[in-house]
């Protein structure tokens, strides 16, 4: 069956401009989760969703980063004014259960972003 | 504040021989222990996974030993194989949680 999946799987933006990027999840799969991982380092909590509620946010790192999920489906992590720090890849995770720490995330293979 | 530290960070061993790779955590509230496998350019998968109520469990050649006490886990890899060669995460969750905490990550290169 099909694995989530992210788009784009590349994006290059000029610093101060917005990007959406785009996460579609296992059909399903109640849970939906957002990381960052910069280079050479583990993946780091960024937002999580419930269905369409977002229950935590409070990995995001500034407000220029905004999440949404609005049918409980397909997600889209946006940044705006993008910084050069925000360069790095965002994965998204999904999973089958409503409590994130019981359940298998699965994985996306991530969008990388890099901001020149 | 890292919660999850992992070591060490990079790691060369023989075609055969057993990969270990250590993970402490200062959380007492984590009560789920997972270990990913990444391949670049793909995103993390999960490897195996265990709770705090058991000190260790085996799925094929990998392992995972448990100590609560000292709020340590490490992640064994028997007989490791040059496809072996990836980037392992180990990670922590609370009880009722959602926020997954990663380790920095360990380089594995299994030399055929």
């Known amino acids: 069956g099909a694995g989530v999946s992210q788009s784009p799987r590349y994006k290059v933006a000029k610093r101060g401009q917005d990007v959406a990027l785009r996460c579609d999840p296992i059909s399903g799969h109640v849970s939906l989760f957002w990381y960052q991982q910069a280079l050479g380092q583990g993946p780091e909590f960024l937002t999580y969703?419930?269905?369409?509620?977002?229950?935590?946010k409070s990995g995001l790192p500034s407000d220029r980063f905004f999440a949404e999920r609005p049918e409980g489906s397909v997600s889209t992590l946006k940044i705006q004014r993008t910084q050069q720090e925000d360069s790095a890849v965002y994965l998204c995770?999904?999973?089958?259960?409503?409590?994130?720490?019981?359940?298998?995330?699965?994985f996306g293979p991530g969008t990388r972003l890099t901001v020149t | 504040q890292q919660q999850v530290k992992q070591s060490p960070q990079s790691l060369i061993v023989q075609k055969g021989g057993i990969s270990i790779i250590n993970c402490a955590y200062e959380?007492?509230?984590?009560?789920?222990f997972p270990w990913y496998q990444q391949f670049p350019g793909k995103g993390p998968a999960l490897l195996i996974a265990?709770?705090?109520?058991?000190s260790e469990k085996k799925e094929g050649r990998f392992t995972i030993s448990f100590n609560k006490s000292a709020k340590q886990f490490s992640l064994h890899i028997m007989d490791s194989q040059p496809g072996d060669s990836a980037t392992y995460f180990c990670a922590a969750s609370p009880t009722g949680g959602f926020k997954t905490i990663f380790g920095a990550g360990t380089r594995l290169f299994v030399k055929a």
């Open positions: 995770a999904s999973s089958l259960g409503a409590t994130g720490s019981s359940y298998e995330q699965y």
């Open positions: 969703f419930q269905n369409e509620a977002q229950l935590d």
């Open positions: 265990i709770r705090p109520d058991v």
């Open positions: 959380n007492t509230a984590f009560d789920y």
